[in-house]
């Protein structure tokens, strides 16, 4: 038995959405904002968000209008999982083919879709292939060991080593995550036809832009090896051109929870995903923004540089499954801002995680992590009319809310806003080769991006103190000649930078002092 060849179908224009800028993909002009619908915003006042309250809060995020500034300006959603479910969060899917009736219904999702695509924002959704609620119809009748779905699972008759669970029949399940998520059988050509239909449903019929996949990276267990497996990278490369198929234009983005050289194994082929989420990256961001200094992130991106296709890799700083980035950074908005002012200045496509804008804390266990959106000082932030949401609000959302800072100019939400709308006005900061000049001073680092018609350059001073002891150098770039500095981020007037025939520049101070903490994005413009 083999899995029968996919059926070409014609290619549909999808979105009439712009394509991207200088020959890149769609994604590396796309700004994306992860939401967990159940916390987003509740419509029907049952205390759980659903695909309603977002569509009612997607000016917040997109008014449609770019020469606004009191949106947030991202152009890409991606929701976790929608399905029905066996738990909260929905990583543990009961059927791909429906929308969780807690967060609405099919019509809603589409409803969701038209709305967002007339804002040009594209719409991601979380696709679980490696495993499914012990729930799922297909585990329980797997249980049956003469079952046609028994062999959709791992079975084994004797325990070897962790993550097996004993069935029904007395058989053992593999279950990698966790004993009620049951991994699907890819050996099996049956589980990976019905995947494909199941891709093939919300991509074609129903018309999402792309799927975040979940944990790639066990897709296929390998005699004891259960990541990173040939027959997973095998059947990615089988699957691409189907998905392609279905819509050129879709992305296929990989969760890869590994260092940089093992997500690239992923995509820098360019037969498997497009994008993997960069983690690296994410930590050494984060690192910068926490121990102001800026080695790691220095180093990080130089590698990661070098192993990923030119902007081909998902930046963020955390996301729903680690702690808050303001609760890793104590509190200090300050230091938030320096975080936020690397993931925009950096190369990739950049992801906000709901609440990030606007310092939400969270520390683990997991739901804290994922706590409603507090929008006003209102009970329960506004976030629901019902008197208890399905998970309480942090304690502290009568001041930090939407409302709180939407008008306040230095405000974190403010700061998102800015650096979004620089990333959407200036190609540089999507698309521009990247360089990182030396800057002499371990508190300050330096992003410089730069496409045939635009230099921009990021300068952040990492730390608590004032900085006059630093100096940019790269001793290789495209610069040549004298540059005048015009502000595109924090105030000037900035110092002429001059580059040698060679492009080499060295020492250049934009500014004789730069303030604690302080971001400066300018541009730089010939002035020959
Ligand atoms: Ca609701």
């Given at each position: 038995m083999s899995a029968p060849a996919p059926t070409p179908v014609p290619v549909q224009p999808v979105t009439g959405l712009p394509a991207g800028t200088a020959?890149?993909?769609?994604w590396n002009d796309t700004v994306f904002y992860e939401v967990f619908v159940r916390s987003?915003?509740?419509?029907?006042?049952?205390?759980i968000g659903d695909l309603n309250g977002l569509i009612a809060k997607l000016d917040y995020l997109n008014d449609e209008d770019p020469n606004t500034t009191t949106d947030l300006g991202v152009t890409g959603l991606w929701l976790m999982p929608i399905h029905p479910a066996a738990s909260y969060h929905g990583y543990d899917v009961i059927d791909y083919y429906q929308v969780n009736p807690e967060y609405g219904t099919l019509d809603d999702f589409k409803h969701l879709l038209t709305e967002a695509h007339q804002r040009g924002m594209r719409v991601l959704m979380d696709w679980v292939p490696n495993h499914t609620s012990d729930q799922h119809p297909w585990f329980v009748t797997a249980q049956d060991p003469n079952s046609d779905y028994h062999d959709w699972y791992v079975w084994s008759p004797r325990v070897s080593g962790s993550g097996w669970y004993a069935g029904a029949s007395g058989d053992y399940y593999y279950a990698h995550f966790d004993l009620h998520m049951p991994d699907l059988n890819y050996a099996n050509p049956a589980v990976t036809e019905q995947m494909r239909d199941v891709a093939r449903y919300w991509l074609e019929d129903v018309g999402v832009d792309g799927f975040r996949i979940d944990a790639i990276r066990y897709l296929i267990e390998d005699g004891g090896f259960t990541e990173h497996t040939d027959p997973t990278h095998a059947w990615l490369r089988a699957f691409r051109p189907f998905y392609k198929t279905l819509n050129p234009e879709a992305l296929m983005l990989g969760e890869i929870w590994d260092s940089s050289g093992l997500v690239a194994d992923?995509?820098?082929?360019?037969?498997?995903?497009?994008l993997g989420f960069n983690f690296d990256l994410a930590r050494a961001i984060l690192w910068a923004a926490a121990y102001r200094r800026d080695t790691l992130f220095r180093e990080t991106l130089t590698k990661d540089l070098a192993v990923f296709p030119p902007g081909q890799f998902a930046t963020f700083?955390?996301?729903?499954?680690?702690?808050r980035v303001m609760s890793v950074l104590g509190d200090d908005v300050a230091r938030a801002k320096v975080a936020a002012a690397l993931l925009f200045a950096s190369p990739g496509v950049p992801f906000v995680y709901y609440g990030e804008e606007i310092g939400l804390l969270g520390k683990k266990p997991d739901p804290s992590i994922r706590a409603p959106m507090p929008w006003t000082a209102d009970a329960n932030g506004g976030f629901t009319v019902a008197s208890s949401p399905w998970i309480g609000l942090n304690p502290d959302y009568p001041a930090r809310n939407v409302a709180a800072q939407?008008?306040?100019?230095?405000?974190l939400l403010s700061f998102y806003r800015d650096l979004i709308r620089l990333r959407n006005e200036h190609a540089a900061l999507r698309v521009g080769d990247t360089f990182v000049p030396e800057t002499g001073n371990l508190s300050v680092t330096a992003v410089l991006r730069v496409t045939q018609d635009e230099v921009v350059l990021a300068v952040v001073n990492l730390g608590k103190d004032p900085v006059s002891d630093y100096g940019l150098a790269l001793a290789e770039s495209p610069l040549q000649g004298d540059y005048q500095a015009a502000p595109l981020l924090g105030p000037g007037p900035f110092a002429r930078l001059a580059a040698e025939a060679s492009g080499a520049f060295a020492k250049y101070q934009p500014l004789p002092t730069l303030p604690p903490y302080g971001t400066f994005i300018l541009q730089l413009q010939p002035t020959r």
């Open positions: 020959g890149y993909p769609w987003f915003y509740d419509s029907d006042g049952d205390g992923y995509t820098a082929g360019g037969d498997e995903l497009d700083i955390t996301n729903h499954d680690q702690d939407t008008d306040d100019p230095n405000s």
